[in-house]
């Protein structure tokens, strides 16, 4: 079954501790994104890769750290530099390159970041 | 810049309808439609291209009106599995979202 699987499902975070968010595709898609949803505010976007080793920062990139280092991975690491991580992580993946917004995103289930 | 959405959200008995909003200060290429239960993944319901066709996923269709830089998503006799988030997305090759329209559907 194609998809996008995120892991793991709930994660907690202890003050001043980095942690890292996994996300693999096997649709073979050339883009992978990260986004971050707090309640009310929608999907905010963190960061992008339309290819592997090239990524770029979206809008609220403070405080994260990303590599694409292999086409279906994109692990998101939440950094001590974030102060309130707290929130619901998803990641998708899509086409790239067809103009005129036609690459459709699919969605990770989520992980679910709290701090304890 | 992130699209608007109106309205945050509705309640709606089964078998009624409701008119989604996402409206965008920028030229639009195109808009996305999602769905999100609560703790899922949102899920892709339609995409809408320049030319303001409208577009259909069961009794859940859509428009878009590229003048007014806006689209609509129309739920038809409205169904319990309806209710969920809606997202719209916009942008060229990534997207921005909306803050969703909550809807919730009761018997």
């Known amino acids: 079954d194609g998809g996008i699987t995120q892991s793991p499902k709930y994660l907690f975070r202890k003050e001043g501790q980095n942690v890292t968010l996994s996300c693999e595709q096997n649709l073979n898609h050339d883009a992978m994104y990260w986004y971050r949803q707090d309640p009310g505010q929608g999907l905010r976007l963190i960061y992008y890769?339309?290819?592997?080793?090239?990524?770029q920062k979206g809008d609220i990139a403070e405080g994260y750290s990303v590599s694409r280092e292999k086409k279906e991975s994109f692990p998101l690491t939440v950094t001590s530099a974030q102060k309130n991580p707290t929130a619901f992580y998803l990641c998708a993946s899509s086409t790239w390159g067809l103009a005129g917004g036609k690459n459709i995103q699919y969605f990770g289930a989520g992980t679910r970041l709290s701090v304890l | 810049q992130q699209p608007v959405q109106s309205p945050q959200a509705v309640i709606l008995r089964e078998g009624e309808d409701a008119v989604i909003n996402c409206s965008s200060s920028?030229?639009?290429?195109?808009v996305h439609w999602y769905r999100q239960k609560h703790g899922e993944a949102p899920v892709f319901l339609m995409i809408?291209?320049?030319?303001?066709e409208q577009k259909g996923h069961d009794k859940i269709s859509a428009s878009f009106n590229e003048k007014k830089q806006q689209s609509s998503l129309y739920l038809t006799a409205s169904q319990l599995s309806y209710s969920g988030t809606y997202f719209c997305g916009t942008g060229d090759y990534k997207l921005s979202f909306g803050a969703g329209t909550t809807v919730t559907v009761r018997a």
């Open positions: 809408l291209l320049k030319g303001g």
């Open positions: 890769s339309q290819i592997v080793n090239d990524f």
């Open positions: 920028k030229a639009l290429y195109s």
